[in-house]
T-cell receptor
Framework: QKEVEQNSGPLSVPEGAIASLNCTYS??????FFWYRQYSGKSPELIMF????GDKEDGRFTAQLNKASQYVSLLIRDSQPSDSATYLC?????????FGAGTRLTVKP | DAGVIQSPRHEVTEMGQEVTLRCKPI?????LFWYRQTMMRGLELLIY????????DSGMPEDRFSAKMPNASFSTLKIQPSEPRDSAVYFC???????????FGEGSRLTVL
């Protein structure tokens, strides 16, 4: 059974702080890792992907991958109220793409 | 350029009725995914197609659910007969190669009374 686990939250951080979102996955053969953001009532949209161990930075977002620990995380620096959304971790293997339940993030002004 | 197009956006039906959800993927994408999203279970993969061929339908909950992709530009998800527990938002998504970025449609919100 391929599983992707996330803390459902809610996670609340003050504006300007760092938000840290975590995800673990069960399938060691997983190849690609993604973070999607979903605003309430909207469809998910991709914000970052990572394929190799280590860190990948894109603006205020940093994705971290540790395949040995089967762990992927997303850091959001200088959090803004507009970052308030549900963040979904997704894991791909041979074309299959599975999502975690999502972590609801609230950034308070 | 049009994104993934789903219809209907909203469907309210009575238990026992047949429901058909439709999806037009982005032109040029060769993978198509159907997901179901509920508060309790999150975003569940129901089935995905690669080059119009169903690859993994292990997420289809029961025989009441069926999906087809007769050509590269159209897919359907059918529920017959529908039950109240089928109430959810059903998303269609497409991608190129299947392991890249998924582009989601706006979803079809199904309510079965």
């Amino acid at each position: 059974q391929k599983e992707v686990e996330q803390n459902s939250g809610p996670l609340s951080v003050p504006e300007g702080a760092i938000a840290s979102l975590n995800c673990t996955y069960s399938d060691r053969g997983s190849q690609s890792f993604f973070w999607y953001r979903q605003y309430s009532g909207k469809s998910p949209e991709l914000i970052m992907f990572i394929y190799s161990n280590g860190d990948k930075e894109d603006g205020r977002f940093t994705a971290q991958l540790n395949k040995a620990s089967q762990y992927v995380s997303l850091l959001i620096r200088d959090s803004q109220p507009s970052d308030s959304a549900t963040y979904l971790c997704a894991v791909a293997f041979m074309g299959d793409m599975r999502f975690g339940a999502g972590t609801r993030l609230t950034v308070k002004p | 350029d049009a994104g993934v197009i789903q219809s209907p956006r909203h469907e309210v039906t009575e238990m026992g009725q047949e429901v058909t959800l439709r999806c037009k993927p982005i032109s040029g994408h060769n993978s198509l995914f159907w997901y179901r999203q509920t508060m309790m279970r999150g975003l569940e993969l129901l089935i995905y197609f690669n080059n119009n061929v169903p690859i993994d339908d292990s997420g289809m909950p029961e025989d009441r659910f069926s999906a087809k992709m007769p050509n590269a530009s159209f897919s359907t998800l059918k529920i017959q007969p529908s039950e109240p527990r089928d109430s959810a938002v059903y998303f269609c998504a497409s991608s190129f190669s299947g392991t890249g970025e998924l582009f989601f449609g706006e979803g079809s919100r199904l309510t079965v009374l």
